[in-house]
C-alpha cells in the first residue's frame, strides 16, 4: 500500500486510504455518505450453496462495521467453468442471493471470468449518516469491548480440509460464518459507540490493537469471557492451524502480555485467522450491559463483554 502514489485531499473522502478501516466512505452531502467495499475468496466449506451464503456475508459484514446499511452489491466470480459443473457455480450464487436478500440489499450486477480455482465476493455500497460513521479507531479508556461472534473459525475450517470435524461442528461453523452482522449493528446504534472493527483475517489480537492505533491507552483481556467455538483448542492441539494464523500470533506477540496459565494453543486461537467473523465493539463502559442485553434480544446469542480499555499499558493488550 505504501507504494500507491499519494493523492490529493479530498475533503469528502471521510475514510480512505490514510487509516488501515473496514471500508471507504465517501460524504454525497451533509445527510448522505456512500460506504464502499469489496471481498472475496476460495472456497471455505464444500456445500456450494453455504459458501454462497458465506462469501455474501463476509462482504456485507464491512458496511455493518462502519454503521451502515447496504444498499447495492455485485457479484466477483472467478470460476473454472471447463472443469467444475456449472450447477454448482448456480448455487454457490443462489445461497449469496439469498443472503443479499437477507440483509435488504439489491444486487445490481457483477462481472466473472474463467479461473483455475473458484473465487466468490462482492463489492457492496452501503449508506450512512457522515456523523454516524463507526471506525475501528478510537476506543478510549473505561470503555468495555464487545465481541459478538465466538472465534476459532480458522482453526475449525483448518479441520475441514483435513476432514476431521464431526457433523455438529461442521453445522456450527458454517451458520457461525452465514450469519449476517446486521442483526448485532442494528441492536448496538444509538449507544456510545467510540470504535468497531470485525474480527477477520487479523484474529481477535490483531483488530483489537487496531482499535489502539494513535492513542495511549492499553486493553485488559479477560481470555475465560471470549466466545470459542466448541472443540477448538483440541482441534488446534490436534490438527493444527493455517499458517496465517501462525504468522499473526508472531505480528502481534511484541504488543501481547500473556497471564503465564494462557498456554500456547490459547495464545493461537486468539490470533486465529477468521472467516466472516462477528464484530468488535469498544462502547462506553456504562452502558456495556445495556448493549449487550440488546444484542442478546436482536438473537446475537454469542455476544459477550471480553475486556476494558484502560490507562495502563498503553500499545499493549494483557491477557488475563
Known amino acids: 500500500m505504501r507504494h500507491l502514489p499519494q493523492q490529493e485531499k479530498n475533503e469528502n473522502v471521510l475514510v480512505g486510504l490514510d487509516t488501515p478501516d473496514d471500508a471507504g466512505v465517501y460524504k454525497l452531502s451533509n445527510d448522505l455518505a456512500l460506504i464502499q467495499s469489496l471481498d472475496f475468496f476460495t472456497p471455505i466449506v464444500d456445500d456450494p450453496y453455504m459458501f454462497g451464503q458465506i462469501a455474501a456475508a463476509n462482504s456485507l459484514s464491512d458496511i455493518y462495521a462502519m454503521g451502515g446499511t447496504p444498499l447495492t452489491v455485485m457479484n466477483i466470480v472467478g470460476y473454472p467453468i471447463d472443469t467444475l459443473a456449472a450447477d454448482i457455480l448456480a448455487e454457490i450464487l443462489r445461497g449469496s442471493a439469498d443472503k443479499v436478500k437477507e440483509s435488504g440489499a439489491v444486487l445490481v450486477g457483477g462481472h466473472s471470468i474463467d479461473n ?50 464431526t457433523k455438529d461442528q461442521l453445522d456450527r461453523v458454517t451458520n457461525v460464518m452465514a450469519e449476517l452482522n446486521k442483526y ?110 440488546n444484542l442478546h434480544a436482536a438473537g446475537v446469542k454469542y455476544a459477550k463483554i471480553i475486556g476494558v480499555f484502560t490507562d495502563n499499558h498503553p500499545g499493549k493488550i494483557l491477557v488475563r
Do not use: C, Y
Not at 124 to 153: E, F, M, R, S, Y
Not at 190 to 203: E, H, R
Open 116 to 165: 483455475k480455482e473458484p473465487i466468490i465476493g462482492l463489492s457492496v455500497t452501503g449508506q450512512a449518516h457522515p456523523d454516524k460513521i463507526w471506525t475501528n479507531i478510537g476506543a478510549k479508556p473505561g470503555d468495555k469491548l464487545i465481541l459478538t461472534k465466538p472465534i476459532g473459525i480458522g482453526i475449525q475450517t483448518n479441520g475441514i480440509k483435513g476432514n476431521v470435524l
Open 184 to 293: 448485532a449493528s442494528e441492536a448496538i446504534k444509538g449507544f456510545p459507540v467510540s470504535a468497531v472493527t470485525d474480527v477477520t483475517g487479523f484474529g481477535l489480537l490483531g483488530h483489537a490493537l487496531e482499535m489502539m492505533n494513535e492513542t495511549d491507552i492499553g486493553l485488559t483481556l479477560t481470555f475465560a469471557d471470549v466466545p470459542i467455538l466448541e472443540g477448538t483448542k483440541h482441534l488446534a492441539k490436534t490438527n493444527g492451524a493455517a499458517k496465517g494464523s501462525k504468522d499473526n500470533l508472531k505480528f502481534v506477540t511484541p504488543q501481547v502480555m500473556f497471564d503465564q496459565h494462557i498456554d500456547d494453543f490459547d495464545r493461537l486461537i486468539l490470533a486465529d485467522a477468521v472467516t466472516s467473523g462477528g464484530l468488535l465493539i469498544a462502547i462506553r463502559g456504562e452502558a456495556a450491559e445495556e448493549a449487550l442485553q
